[in-house]
């Protein structure tokens, strides 16, 4: 249905769950043009040491490593203060910038896909207006839970653009319940984001500690993310500090970047648990699969969330997730034999359940079994039947 078709993707990055989603979609079409928005602004932390600017910079947000030659990334220059104000004034900026890249390289284009429903589905809108071409949004988590629910404004331009879609894709139950609230009467797919099984599968931990030279003999607690406030992170740090009054062989490593290193830097010092918690920065995603066979938990401390792509990863793993009862999470860990879930915020209920967890024998082939629901294989075919929908309508 699509061998002779073009897609289109309009997105903020092309990494991680949007890179390895449109890899796999690359089978399935003639020719992908993603058109990756990038602010030039970010790259001053190339320089200067701006920590909330590392994580928009053109390296961190897209990656052509093993791209598929049928698709075609084309950074969009999007020159912007990257304040809530001028982002929510982007959306005309944004389509005059793609509709010039499509009309200077001429691109033809039978389905557009935006994900985030701002800017990028702003965009997709207006393209769909001038084109007559079907479009596809994905509402991944902050872009439905948060902005519409922050002023009439935010509401109305989110509303029009789910309005504007010939199909929506939300990435879980909590967020179509967000997506009811507003007025759209567009059909609505929960698929959740998923993981290539040919990174994120077990191996032995041993081996991966060796590769990543870790030599010291503890229990180790993994977390994968930006360094935000909404990923909870000072509270990790807290229930660490709680948690080595019962167990000290452990060790607790954070990756990502973000604005608030420093100020964990300081909350780690001030506990003093120099010798417990260790923030590596960024790493490389095919360095992942080896940290997370590494460690023994896996955890996700977030006080939001839409469908953290590092869960699904974990559990590809064989590792069991403890994470907090927020977004799409409870619906992927609806059972002790997955992992558990805490409360949000609350440190004491996280240092409790990451003891529990260290302390538990888990069936890591159930585990493993399990997150076979979540591969990107089986997460395209959910796509591609939306993707047909929208084109037949």
């Keep these: 249905m699509f061998q002779n078709k073009n897609l289109l993707v309009i997105s903020p990055v092309y990494n991680f769950f949007v890179k390895d989603q449109v890899d796999l979609l690359s089978y399935f079409f003639h020719k992908i043009y993603v058109l990756v928005g990038l602010n030039p602004i970010a790259e001053i932390s190339n320089f200067l040491p701006i920590n909330y600017l590392k994580r928009f910079r053109k390296k961190t947000i897209i990656s052509l490593a093993d791209m598929p030659e049928n698709v075609i990334v084309i950074p969009t220059p999007l020159l912007y203060a990257p304040t809530d104000y001028h982002y929510k004034k982007l959306g005309r900026k944004h389509f005059k910038v793609v509709d010039n890249i499509i009309s200077e390289n001429k691109i033809n284009f ?39 629910f922050k002023d009439d404004e935010w509401k109305k331009k989110i509303e029009c653009v789910l309005n504007g879609a010939n199909q929506i894709i939300t990435v879980s139950q909590k967020n179509l319940s967000y997506i009811k609230k507003l007025n759209c009467d567009v059909p609505v797919h929960i698929i959740p984001n998923g993981f290539r099984r040919n990174l994120f599968s077990p191996r032995n931990s041993d081996e991966c500690l060796r590769n990543l030279q870790i030599q010291f003999d503890k229990k180790i607690i993994l977390s ?95 590792k069991p997730v403890i994470a907090t009862r927020v977004g799409g999470i409870p619906e992927v860990i609806s059972s002790d034999d997955y992992g558990l879930l805490v409360n949000p915020g609350d440190f004491r209920d996280l240092a409790e359940k990451l003891l529990f967890a260290l302390e538990k024998k888990w069936d890591y082939k159930k585990i493993v079994e399990y997150s076979e629901l979540f591969t990107w294989d089986n997460i395209v075919k959910k796509i591609l039947e939306v993707y047909g929908k929208a084109l037949t309508e």
Excluded at 116 to 145: M, R
Excluded at 226 to 232: D, Q, R, T
């Design 110 to 148: 039978d389905l557009i896909h935006s994900h985030f429903t701002w800017s990028s589905g702003y965009v997709g809108v207006k393209l769909k207006e001038k084109y007559g071409k079907p479009f596809v949004v994905t509402a991944h988590g902050f872009d439905i839970y948060l902005w519409p």
């Design 224 to 318: 994968v993310g930006n360094l935000l406030e909404v990923k909870g992170y000072n509270f990790l740090l807290k229930a660490v500090y709680e948690l080595i009054k019962y167990k000290k062989d452990i060790m607790c490593i954070i990756i990502g970047v973000g604005p608030l290193k420093n100020k964990l830097h300081k909350q780690i010092r001030k506990l003093g648990l120099e010798d417990y918690i260790k923030l590596l920065g960024g790493k490389p995603h095919n360095e992942i699969p080896l940290w997370m066979n590494a460690c023994d938990i896996f955890a996700i401390p977030s006080l939001n969330e839409g469908n953290p792509t590092v869960m699904f990863e974990a559990l590809g793993c064989g």
